[in-house]
């Protein structure tokens, strides 16, 4: 079974500094990872995802992830946080051995990041 | 290209009683998910729709049930309602592969 673990319910940061959200995964064979951002009373919108490829995955809104396999971790970083960017965030993941596409995808509990002015 | 819609936005309905939800995806997308969102449940698969056939289900009670119509709409029912089906439910299609999905505002609904 798959799975996805984000450690930290709330991460606070200070606008301007460097922002890490943390995302560790289980899967059977290689993963799909995505990760997508929740802005109150909303849906969650796309960021960014990692298939195949470079390990340093950009994204929108200037955010990017570091794909570590031997650590099995696909955080998501910023280098310069915006008070904008204060919301929920979810870390996801697709198993990669039915190549159909036929397996569920599999969200963490997500993080709540707050960017102090 | 119009994003996910979701019918209604909002809904109160009492104990014991049923509901269906409503689900459009982005045209050209056959896959279509439900989720429910609590705060204390964090984000939970329901089930995913492809062409019509539900080829994923979560751990949901028979009470939960959905379909897929040729034109690739979804509804959700939720049937003898408990207090603890209120819940954000989010709707999101996907195109054919393994890309992300996209999501739609949610119905919120509340069980009184």
């Known amino acids: 079974a798959q799975s996805v673990a984000q450690p930290e319910d709330q991460v606070n940061v200070a606008e301007g500094n460097p922002l890490t959200v943390k995302c560790t995964y289980s899967v059977s064979g290689n993963p799909y990872l995505f990760w997508y951002v929740q802005y109150p009373n909303r849906g969650l919108q796309f960021l960014l995802k990692?298939?195949?490829?470079?390990?340093l995955v950009k994204g929108s809104y200037g955010f990017e992830a570091e794909f570590n396999k031997s650590q099995t971790s696909f955080h998501l970083k910023k280098p310069s946080a915006l008070v904008s960017d204060s919301a929920l965030y979810f870390c996801a993941v697709r198993d990669r051995a039915n190549s159909g596409g036929y397996q569920k995808v599999t969200f963490g509990t997500g993080t709540k990041l707050q960017v102090i002015p | 290209k119009a994003g996910v819609t979701q019918t209604p936005r909002y809904l109160i309905k009492t104990r014991g009683q049923q509901v269906t939800l409503s689900c459009s995806p982005i045209?050209?997308?056959?896959?279509v998910s439900w989720y429910q969102q609590t705060p204390g449940q964090g984000l939970q698969f329901l089930f995913e729709y492809f062409s019509e056939t539900q080829r994923n289900k979560g751990n949901f009670p028979g009470r939960f049930s959905g379909r897929q119509f040729s034109n690739s709409r979804s509804e959700m029912n939720v049937s003898t309602l408990e207090l603890g089906d209120s819940a954000l439910y989010l709707c999101a299609s996907r195109p054919e592969g393994l890309g992300e999905q996209y999501f739609g505002p949610g119905t919120r609904l509340t069980v009184t």
């Open positions: 990692y298939i195949t490829g470079d390990n």
């Open positions: 045209s050209g997308h056959r896959s």
